[in-house]
Every structure is written in C-alpha cells, then in structure tokens.
C-alpha cells in the first residue's frame, strides 16, 4: 500500500506502511514512524529512542471489515529538555485506541443513526459512541454564548420518574436553548443570571408562565425588562378551573344528570371545530351545557378568552380583557371567580404581548423534543450528556435522534 493512500485515506501523515495483515476477516496495515521524530514535550528534534510500545488503532472500515492500524509508538529521550516520553501519535487523539478519521466517521453516522445502530453497525460499545458524542458536544455546546440575547422563553420540563425537572431557558430568535438548570423554581435559574449579566447581554423581553417564582426571578434579575405571560398556559389553567368545576358538579348531580355529564371533560376541553359530529359529540357537549347553566358559562367564556391574542391591538385587547374578567365574576362561579382574580392580577404581563408578541410556544416544542430524546434512548443516566443533547436539540435531525 502506497503512503499516500494511508495519508488521503485513513489521515496518516508522518508514517510508512510496513505490511498488511488479514486476520479473522479483520484488515490490519502496520506501520512505522518516518524520519523526524520530536519529543511530544518541547518539539526538539535532539532526541534518541529509547525502546517503544505496541499498540492497535481502530481505523475507519473497509466496507464491512474492520481496519486496524498497529504502531510501535518509539519512547523517546530528548536531548533539549531532559524528558522520556513516548512520542505523539499525530493521527490518533490522545491515549484513545482509535484514529482521529474513525471518530469523525462516528459522528457523521450519529447525524443519520441511532447511536445503538451505529455501535452495531461498526461492532463497538454503546458507550465508545455515546462518549465520542459527548466530547462533540461538549466542545460545541458546552458553554453558550449569551451576549446576543434578547428575546428568551423560561420553562420547566419533568424527567423521569421522581419528580425530576429541568428548567430550561430558550433563544427564541434562535430556537436553540442556552440554559439547562437541575431542578424547578428560582434557584434553578441561579447559575444562569450569573452568566448572564457577566456576558452583558442586553435582554428586552421574557416570556414565562404565571408562576410566581419565575416572575420574581426575572424581576429581580432582570428589572428593565418587558415580562410576557404566555397565552399556553392562560388557557391551560382555565381548562383546568372548567375541569375542576365540571367535577364539582358532577359529584353534586342527580342520577340523570352524572349520565350526561359523564364523558364530557374531554368534549369541553377541546376547541369547537374540533368535535367530531359523526361521533356525536356535538350533540353530546350540547346536552351537558343545556343540562347545567354554570358549565355553559365557563365553556362559553373558556373559548371566548383564547380570543384574548387575537385583538386588533393593545387598546381592544384591554377593553377584552376588562370585560371578560367583569362577565366571569358576574356568574359567581367560584373557579371563575378564581380565574377573573388571578387574571386581573396579572393583566399587565397578558397585555405585554401586544408590545412584544412572544410566548414560550417555541420552548413547548423544545420540551416534546425533550421527551423524545429521553424515550428513543431509553432515559439518560448522564444527565450532563443530556444536557448537551438540549443545547444541541435546534441542529439535531429530531425525528433520528436516539
């Protein structure tokens, strides 16, 4: 085999190819260093072999045979410095028994595989590819540059089993996630702020869910900025106040009424185009609102607030909201009354949309592709490993990751 193949073909440059050996359907191509050797602690060329150590490198394969690179690595003593070392193995990173261009291959592959396929395909472990991913990873995404920041989106997502969370933090020009906390609640966003404001980013809007612990965070850290209470979550707590209430009568309901009641959480829950009429549940969803008059109040108002987002501008969007607080406490329904109170409270970060039209929409997604990623592996022991598979999650082809 020419030199010029081992170099163009398998990255060996510095080296002469002394025979090739085919044992077990496996290919092995020893070789020897070329003239020049230098000590790998101060470049001198003043040096003098003092021995060597045999060793085998993984080599990128030859369609489905193995390829093995052997090496008697010379120990060598330097002249200039004084130091015995072995000398540097230029194709090989670090002390690791593979080539440089065998984990490029890896990586190339995970782009289009899972990393259990890849291990299989290539007959390595598991762990071989998930720790050349890692340091890939770790290189590219270990520390987020945060100094172009404007527009974030703060959520929390759970893990596992155990009440286990994260809470992430997204780049909402972006789409890519810049922040990974262990945990929920204020303390998780802790290390984040510290970054933050060392990186001098110039933050305008954040948008987060009601919780009062992300809104004192963000006020306290952030205290100039325009705070966007997302429109997911307004409508999420009001279907939960509609289911709490349509428990509530259904444990207070006659015989009659539990059965047409039953079933029907679902059926308010969902957006009227979305009923499927040859199921009959149109009929079925008009029947319970006929039957209770306070159910057909908060269903009407329920689907009357998603209309909160979509006003011409600012000024209508207020005199909608006032309203819409005014009507629920006027039917004295106490999970209406309940949603009136905590919307007026927080009218100032609702309205804010209309200055800044953001919401944590795009870090909903991000969370599904979360939750993806933990099922096609199974789950993560590593969670540093997952947490530079979030960071990665805006670049990853999402339907392959695994």
């Known amino acids: 085999m020419s030199t010029s193949l081992l170099y163009h073909a398998f990255g060996l440059k510095g080296y002469v190819h002394q025979r090739t050996e085919y044992v077990g359907g496996e290919v092995c191509f020893v070789v020897e260093p070329a ?4 000590c790998s602690a101060c470049r001198s060329r003043e040096v003098i072999r003092r021995g060597g150590r045999q060793r085998r490198f993984r080599g990128l394969p030859i369609g489905r045979r193995r390829v093995w690179i052997e090496l ?3 120990r060598l003593e330097c002249k200039a410095c004084g130091a015995v070392r072995q000398a540097a193995v230029s194709f090989a990173p670090g002390q690791h028994g593979y080539t440089k261009r065998f984990a490029r291959y890896v990586l190339e592959l995970v782009r289009h595989m899972t990393m259990w396929d890849v291990a299989e395909h290539l007959g390595v472990s598991w762990n071989l590819v998930k720790e050349l991913l890692k340091e890939a990873l770790r290189r590219r995404f270990g520390r987020p540059r945060l100094k172009e920041l404007r527009l974030l989106a703060i959520d929390e997502i759970s893990i596992g089993h155990g009440q286990r969370y994260l809470t992430v933090v997204l780049d909402l020009e972006t789409g890519a996630v810049v922040f990974v906390g262990h945990g929920k609640g204020a303390e998780a966003l802790d ?10 980013a110039r933050i305008e809007a954040v ?15 952030l205290p100039t900025v325009t705070l966007v209470f997302d429109h997911f979550h307004v409508v999420k707590l009001m279907n939960d106040k509609l289911s709490d209430l349509r428990r509530d009568l259904q444990r207070q ?3 009659q009424e539990k059965e047409v009641l039953k079933g029907t959480r679902w059926l308010l829950l969902k957006a009227p ?17 006929a039957l209770n008059a306070p159910l057909a109040a908060a269903y009407y108002l329920k689907e009357d607030l998603r209309q909160l987002w979509s006003q011409p501008d ?6 909608f909201l006032e309203g819409w607080i005014e009507r629920a406490r006027a039917t004295g329904v106490r999970q209406l009354v309940q949603m009136s109170n905590t919307l007026s409270v927080h009218r100032v970060g609702l309205l804010a949309y209309y200055d800044v039209p953001i919401s944590t929409g795009p870090l909903e ?10 099922r096609q592996a199974y789950g993560y022991r590593d969670t540093e490993f997952l947490r530079l598979r979030i960071f990665a999650l805006h670049e990853t082809r999402y339907e392959l990751v695994g």
Do not use: H
């Not at 009601?210 to 850290?221: D, E, G, K, L, P």
């Not at 009429?277 to 009929?283: A, F, I």
């Open 35 to 38: 003239a020049g050797l230098r």
């Open 207 to 221: 948008a987060v869910d009601m919780s009062q612990a992300y809104i004192n965070a963000v006020r306290s850290n």
């Open 314 to 319: 600012k000024e209508c969007a207020t005199a």
């Open 72 to 74: 008697t690595v010379p």
């Open 191 to 200: 290390p984040f702020w510290k970054r933050l404001k060392s990186a001098g």
């Open 273 to 289: 185009k979305k009923l499927d009429e040859t199921k009959g549940e149109v009929e079925r969803l008009e029947a319970a609102l």
């Open 365 to 374: 997604g991000t969370n599904n592709k979360i939750k993806t990623l933990q």
């Open 253 to 255: 309901a006659v015989s």
